[in-house]
């Protein structure tokens, strides 16, 4: 038995949070045994091998700079609990597997590095520094984004390639708003765009929309015959589209204080059932009817029938499903 500790950490997006550590061998190990065992390592610019456990003297980790190496290792500690957390509280799943066992994250991944990705070979989700070192990619929505497609992985497994491939991305950004919106952290407010933190294109802007995709000016608002054929972090746009319509309704609304404006494709005015039950039906659909060969179409009737079990087919928020995903040009 060793005890648990909270450690302080200095987080550079989320602000003072509490991460799990406990007592190592020599000071503290940042490991979650609370999550499965969770642990976070410093790659120091390698590419390659699972990097060096982040450890500490005193238990407080990080300053909230980037400079200090630890930050970053607070970020990605940080999204992996709230996720964790999210995943057991909302939808009753420990674990990515469900088994219990937590994944592992690697921050400092490369130089000037701006990507972050999943790897299902080594259960770990790995960070870069951002360009200039100065805005890794650790903001949580891009952890909960990163550790969603482990879950995924596990679950509908969708082909990372055509119309499958968008669906899989767009569960990422789905269950990276659910778990902000859940999070409840005053320092890094729940909203409808995902790696807004990270400033990616220098100017401010998220790097993805879910109200309105195209506002990057590469997603997909909604479904044409040629989704199949785009990158998967554009075709995604579909789904996101159809999950804040689904959560929120089309039009105006200001969430947060964000202001949203959702149209959709025909014009046709959406309702929303609200957000937690519009997660709820995804996850259904995620782990019950999604497989690898899951399209467009096929998604349509997977959250159909997600709904149906989850509230009757004569439910509203069966109703709801249809008119999102007619609203995206899925009929
Ligand atoms: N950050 C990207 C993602 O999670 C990395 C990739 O495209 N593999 O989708
Ligand atoms: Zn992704
Ligand atoms: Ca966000």
């Not at 407080?60 to 630890?70: F, I, L, M, N, S």
């Not at 890794?136 to 679950?155: F, K, N, Q, R, Y």
């Amino acid at each position: 038995y060793q005890a648990i500790e909270n450690g302080a950490g200095h987080s550079q997006y989320s602000g003072d949070v509490e991460v799990g550590s406990k007592k190592g061998t020599s000071g503290f190990d940042l490991t979650d045994d609370t999550r499965g065992g969770h642990s976070t390592y410093d790659l120091a610019h390698g590419q390659s091998g699972e990097g060096k456990l982040v450890t500490d003297d005193d238990d407080t980790w990080g300053t909230g700079k980037p400079e200090d190496v630890q930050t970053a290792a607070v970020d990605a500690a940080y999204g992996a609990q709230l996720t964790w957390d999210y995943y057991k509280a909302v939808h009753g799943r420990e674990g990515i597997k469900g088994d219990g066992k937590g994944a592992t994250s690697r921050v400092h991944y490369g130089n000037a590095y701006v990507n972050a990705f999943w790897d299902d070979s080594c259960f770990c989700m790995t960070y870069g520094d951002g360009e200039g070192d100065k805005k890794p990619l650790t903001s949580m929505d891009v952890a909960a984004h990163e550790m969603t497609h482990g879950v995924t992985s596990a679950t509908g497994n969708m082909e990372y390639s055509g119309e499958s491939g968008g669906l899989n991305e767009a569960t990422s950004d789905i269950f990276a708003a659910a778990v902000e919106f859940n999070a409840k952290n005053p320092e890094d407010i729940g909203d409808y765009m995902v790696g807004e933190k990270i400033d990616i294109n220098g100017d401010g802007s998220p790097l993805r929309y879910m109200d309105k995709p195209s506002k990057d000016g590469s997603s997909l608002d909604n479904w044409s015959a040629d989704a199949g054929n785009v990158d998967v972090h554009y075709s995604s746009g579909i789904a996101n589209h159809f999950f804040y319509l689904l959560s929120e309704g089309s039009g105006a609304k200001e969430i947060n204080g964000v202001k949203y404006d959702s149209p959709t494709a025909d014009g046709s005015k959406v309702e929303g059932i609200g957000r937690d039950k519009a997660e709820k039906i995804w996850f259904k659909a995620l782990t019950s009817y999604f497989t690898t060969t899951t399209d467009y179409k096929a998604a349509r009737e997977g959250t159909l029938s997600a709904a149906k079990d989850l509230y009757g087919a004569d439910s509203a928020e069966y109703k709801g499903v249809d008119a999102a995903w007619a609203g995206v040009n899925v009929k």
